[in-house]
Every structure is written in C-alpha cells, then in structure tokens.
T-cell receptor, first 114, second 117 residues
C-alpha cells in the first residue's frame, strides 16, 4: 500500500532563514505522482506542485524548490528566505496508477517568526 | 478567481443527530471529492464523484455516511447518526480532469469543521 511519511511534525524558523520539509514515500508502482499542498489557517489546501515518477528533474518556483530523488524515495521541499506568510501546514501526497486514492502525509507545521 | 464553496463552515451537533454538509465545486469541474481530516493528520478520501456517478466510495462508512451529487454539480455529504469520532474537518475538492483524475491537482474548499458532543 502506498504510504507517505513526513517525519517533521513542527518546524519553527526565523524570517529569512531557509527551511527544508522532508517527504519520504513508499510505493510498489512504477507510475505515480507526488504532490505538495499548503494549508494556511483558513483551512483550504492550496496546490503547490505535482511531479510524476518519470521526471526527476528538480524544480524551482520563486523561493520554492523541490528535490525529487527516486533512489531514496524522497520528495523534499525547500523554502528559501522564509517569510511570515509561509506559516502553514504543508502536506506531501502520493497518487499511484493502480490505486484510485491520494494518500497524504501527516503534514509539517511550519512557523516563521518575524 | 473561481473557488470551491462549502457550507456551513462550522457545525456543532450532538451525537446520534443527523448532519449534512454542502459543497459547490468550481464550475465545469467534472470530478468532486470529499475528504475527512482529523486534527493533526492529513486528509483521507471518503468518496469521489465523476459527474453524478460515484467513482470510489470504498473508504466511506456506509452504515452512517452518504453522499450524493444528483445533477453532477453540487454535492451533499450526510452523517446519520453522528458519533463522537466523527469530529473532524470535512473538505471538498474538485478537479476538471476526468481520466486519471487523481493524477491532477485538486482545488479545495475551506472545509466544514464538525464537532460532535
């Protein structure tokens, strides 16, 4: 069965620090997608990125970057020069080709202090 | 910008009572999802619709939960009777995708926070 582990329950940083959120996944499928979502205090999850299992190219979007490594089954998320508005719970999620389900990790609560 | 609407935002009910949540997805989105998110955990899929048809309800506790999307637009999730363990956030999401919808980004509503006393 698919499984997503976010070992960091809570992280606290000071504004302008860089921070990396870890995500480790388990799957037996060769075709799958990985996602990151942000959940601010308002409650709705906001899509950040999607990556398929055949594309290991890292991606950068502004202050956000993602490092996908199949060899270690990890899909880590880095925020550079963090800001107070980055404070939220961040979820990593996995969807497999043979399983109609999106499995979320338990989330990492990031607090950025001014 | 189009959004997924949910109501109510908060609901307090006594156990054994019936409760219902409503979701209006983004216009034109074929696929609609209901998730349950227990405090401190990630969302768990309850049911997935494509248009008015149920694609997957294997995780829906059918003895007490029901969901419908009669006209393939808005949807209602009902719990009857509610139990203490049902206290959670109930999230609705939609996607324009039809094929392999789970491989596409989902747009989430703000959720309904249910407290069962």
């Amino acid at each position: 069965a698919q499984k997503v582990t976010q070992a960091q329950t809570e992280i606290s940083v000071v504004e302008k620090e860089d921070v990396t959120l870890d995500c480790v996944y388990e799957t037996r499928d060769t075709t799958y997608y990985l996602f990151w979502y942000k959940q601010p205090p308002s409650g709705e999850l906001v899509f950040l990125i999607r990556r398929n299992s055949f594309d290991e190219q890292n991606e950068i979007s502004g202050r956000y970057s993602w490092n996908f490594q199949k060899s270690t089954s990890s899909f880590n998320f880095t925020i550079t020069a963090s800001q107070v508005v980055d404070s939220a719970v961040y979820f990593c999620a996995l969807s497999e080709a043979n399983n109609n389900d999106m499995r979320f990790g338990a989330g990492t609560r990031l607090t950025v202090k001014p | 910008e189009a959004e997924v609407a949910q109501s109510p935002r908060y609901k307090i009910t006594e156990k054994s009572q019936a409760v219902a949540f409503w979701c209006d997805p983004i216009s034109g989105h074929a696929t609609l999802y209901w998730y349950r998110q227990i405090l401190g955990q990630g969302p768990e899929l309850l049911v997935q619709f494509q248009d008015e048809s149920v694609v997957d309800d294997s995780q829906l506790p059918k003895d007490r939960f029901s969901a419908e999307r009669l006209k393939g637009v808005d949807s209602t999730l009902k719990i009857q009777p509610a139990e203490l363990g049902d206290s959670a956030m109930y999230l609705c999401a939609s996607s324009p995708a039809r094929l392999a919808a789970m491989f596409h980004e989902q747009y989430f509503g703000p959720g309904t926070r249910l407290t069962v006393t």
